[in-house]
Nanobody, 120 residues
Framework: QVQLVESGGGLVQAGGSLRLSCAASGSINSIDVMVWYRQAPGKQRELVASITNDGSANYADSVKGRFTISRDNAKNTMYLQMNSLKPEDTAVYYC??????????????WGQGTQVTVSS
């Protein structure tokens, strides 16, 4: 059994910063890719940022230059540093990890989400 737990969300004023964390625990052979998504009220879930094993990162255009994704493989944890936050960044942020549990088993796991609210 593998679990993902997000933390670091909260209420912040426009222009402020937050740092989100996603920690994976359980039976883990390796984590191939780690991804942040978000879902705002009344909108579809969207991909925010992703990072591979070797640190290659990709970002949605809406957050490029403001957000930074990183990971600590020794701790099975990834982070999302969010700077210059805007009200339109308000959403529930979810982490997803593709976790290899054996040579033949690869599953995608989701966290429960953490609320980020940016006031104007």
């Amino acid at each position: 059994q593998v679990q993902l737990v997000e933390s670091g969300g909260g209420l912040v004023q426009a222009g402020g910063s937050l740092r989100l964390s996603c920690a994976a625990s359980g039976s883990i052979n390796s984590i191939d890719v780690m991804v942040w998504y978000r879902q705002a009220p009344g909108k579809q879930r969207e991909l925010v940022a992703s990072i591979t094993n070797d640190g290659s990162a990709n970002y949605a255009d809406s957050v490029k230059g403001r957000f930074t994704i990183s990971r600590d493989n020794a701790k099975n944890t990834m982070y999302l540093q969010m700077n210059s936050l805007k009200p339109e960044d308000t959403a529930v942020y979810y982490c997803r990890c593709n976790i290899r549990q054996s040579s033949t088993l690869l599953y995608a796991y989701w966290g429960q989400g953490t609320q980020v609210t940016v006031s104007s």
